[in-house]
């Protein structure tokens, strides 16, 4: 069954730097595409950034040169380091894997994580 689980959320002001870390379990971790996604009040959950297995990432133009994902394949983690932090990035962080980069992308993964949240203050 697979697990993810997202830490490393919380209170920033803007300009600010945070990195979010998920931890994966109980599947073929390496051979999976993995993405982040966020969802803010009252929006629809948007698409942040994916990274292939072969480590190919694709972002958002929204965050663009400010976050970066990565992925640990040892220690079975995902991580996405975020830069310059603005107010407009406040939303609830979800972890997301799926063999398919397609179904990623399109915002369809099979398997999710609960969320982490982060607040992006003036």
């Known amino acids: 069954q697979v697990q993810l689980v997202e830490s490393g959320g919380g209170s920033v002001q803007a300009g600010g730097s945070l990195r979010l870390s998920c931890a994966a379990s109980g599947y073929s971790y390496s051979s999976y595409c993995m993405g982040w996604f966020r969802q803010a009040p009252g929006t629809q959950r948007e698409w942040v950034a994916v990274i292939g297995s072969d480590r190919s990432t694709s972002y958002a133009d929204s965050v663009k040169g400010r976050f970066t994902i990565a992925r640990d394949n040892y220690q079975r983690t995902l991580y996405l380091q975020m830069t310059s932090l603005k107010p407009d990035d406040t939303a609830m962080y979800y972890c997301?894997?799926?063999?398919?980069?397609?179904?990623?992308?399109?915002?369809?993964?099979?398997?999710w994580g609960q969320g982490t949240q982060v607040i992006v203050s003036t």
């Open positions: 997301a894997a799926d063999f398919s980069r397609g179904q990623l992308v399109a915002g369809n993964p099979r398997n």
